[in-house]
């Protein structure tokens, strides 16, 4: 085999740390994006102003039992704003990673007086509550 031309290595061995470190990054940002829903639970109670868990039960806001895999705008007995029922979204964990951190940018004109959670962290741990309060 012949060796390496005068560099090669070292180009190797920089592109060889470089794929490591982004592993490490990619690895340990999944890890934060699935979040504490018990830390989430505790930013829930922020939305439990406007919003249910309890099916059937709506307040300012929609009733957010079962959230996850509903397509938006759909609950019958809740009045949506006609920006959100032609949004044809469908709550996953990620299109909610978006709605909340900024819901006039995720779908403008909708009626949500919300100005967002800036912080990715515990938009992460809200998330991974509502999962676990969706099951």
């Not at 709605?99 to 403008?108: E, L, M, N, R, T």
Request: a positive charge.
């Amino acid at each position: 085999m012949p060796s390496p031309a005068r560099g090669e290595g070292a180009a190797t061995g920089a592109l060889a740390w470089l794929l490591c470190a982004l592993a490490l990054t990619c690895s340990a940002s999944l890890a934060h994006a699935q979040g504490d829903a018990a830390r989430g639970e505790k930013y829930f109670v922020d939305c439990a102003s406007c919003h249910s868990l309890t099916a059937g039960e709506n307040g300012v806001g929609p009733s957010l039992a079962g959230v996850i895999g509903r397509k938006a705008g759909t609950l019958d007995d809740y009045r949506y704003s006609p920006a959100l029922k032609r949004s044809n979204i469908v709550w996953s964990p990620q299109t909610l990673e978006t709605f909340i951190a900024d819901p006039q940018k995720a779908v403008p004109a909708n009626r949500m007086p919300y100005a967002g959670m800036t912080n990715a962290g515990e938009r992460a741990d809200l998330i991974a509550y509502l999962q676990k309060m969706s099951k």
